[in-house]
């Protein structure tokens, strides 16, 4: 059931640093791109970044400069490095991951969810 499992949030202080990991179940075939999303609270999800099979990668502008993403593709890993946290960041994190059927249509892998806080 489980296919994708998330780890590493937790509670830190204005400025310090997290390393989220996401770890994809080797039975997903076809990934092309996996992320990043959060939710904050009375807020929709949004994507904070995501990277490719050819390792281009996307940021949200409030997170520009400050986050790193990257992917072990081998282990359908992907990674989220997160520097300079601002209380601004605290939100639930959730790992995505896109797979391609046959025909290329689209598949949407989510995983559970880690809570990052950040105090100011």
């Known amino acids: 059931q489980v296919q994708l499992v998330e780890s590493g949030g937790g509670l830190v202080q204005a400025g310090g640093s997290l390393r989220l990991s996401c770890a994809a179940s080797?039975?997903?075939?076809?990934?092309?791109?996996m992320g990043w999303y959060r939710q904050a609270p009375g807020k929709q999800r949004e994507l904070v970044a995501n990277i490719n099979s050819v390792s281009s990668t996307k940021y949200a502008d409030s997170v520009k400069g400050r986050f790193t993403i990257s992917r072990d593709t081998a282990e359908n890993a992907v990674y989220l490095q997160m520097n300079s946290l601002k209380p601004e960041d605290t939100a639930v994190y959730y790992c995505?991951?896109?797979?391609?059927?046959?025909?290329?249509?689209?598949?949407?892998?989510w995983g559970q969810g880690t809570q990052v806080t950040v105090s100011s």
């Open positions: 995505n991951a896109v797979s391609l059927g046959y025909y290329g249509d689209p598949h949407d892998y």
């Open positions: 080797r039975t997903i075939f076809n990934v092309n791109t």
